[in-house]
């Protein structure tokens, strides 16, 4: 129609200035963004201390019955962290390697290293699951500490070592809970 290809401008034959289409609402900067992720991290991080210090907390105070179950609630739930922490490695290698922005792909070698070290965590935990929990424990703690000092190396090579500082403290916390349970 005569509308559609001239605007309605008083019936002189100029055409219609073309519509932008509608922006969509604005978005909160990359930096208002990335601090609402980073505090969600950190808040789920020290989310995850709550079962270790809860079941520290309870194996001091439960009677002889219920002890057994709190410490193999306790071994379990340390040995289930020790294989989040390893599977993180392959989430590492996924996201560099799909070519996210801003990161350039691992080498092979680096890739090899996360991909290598993600596995070793489950396995390592897996034997904590068959200890008695006196024994458990201590290696599911000894675990989670030598989970950080491999990502020490490996998360700051990968570009991650920002995340060293909260890593470090939940580590520890959850490793001496381990350490006082036992």
């Known amino acids: 129609t005569r509308l559609a290809r001239f605007g309605d401008n008083g019936g002189m034959n100029t055409p219609a200035k073309p519509r932008r289409p509608a922006s969509p609402p604005p978005s909160p900067p990359a930096a208002a963004q990335a601090t609402a992720t980073d505090t969600l991290i950190h808040n ?53 390697q799909s070519g996210a922005p801003g990161m350039p792909p691992l080498t092979h070698e ?30 599911l703690g000894t675990l989670l500490l030598g989970c950080y000092m491999v990502d020490r190396k490996l998360l700051a090579a990968s570009g991650l070592g920002h995340w060293l500082t909260l890593r470090f403290r939940l580590s520890g916390v959850a490793a001496l809970c381990c350490f006082i349970a036992a």
Do not use: D, K, Q, T
Request: glycine share 10%.
């Open 44 to 96: 789920l991080g020290m989310a995850g201390l709550i079962p270790f210090v809860g079941l520290m907390l309870l194996m001091w105070v439960v009677n002889a019955e219920a002890l057994p179950y709190v410490a193999l609630s306790m071994v379990c739930y340390a040995a289930l962290i020790a294989s989040f922490l390893g599977g993180i490695h392959w989430g590492v290698v996924w996201v560099r």
């Open 110 to 139: 680096a890739a090899n290293r996360h991909l290598w070290w993600g596995i070793a965590p489950s396995l390592l935990a897996w034997p904590g699951m068959l200890m008695p929990e006196y024994a458990a424990l201590p290696w």
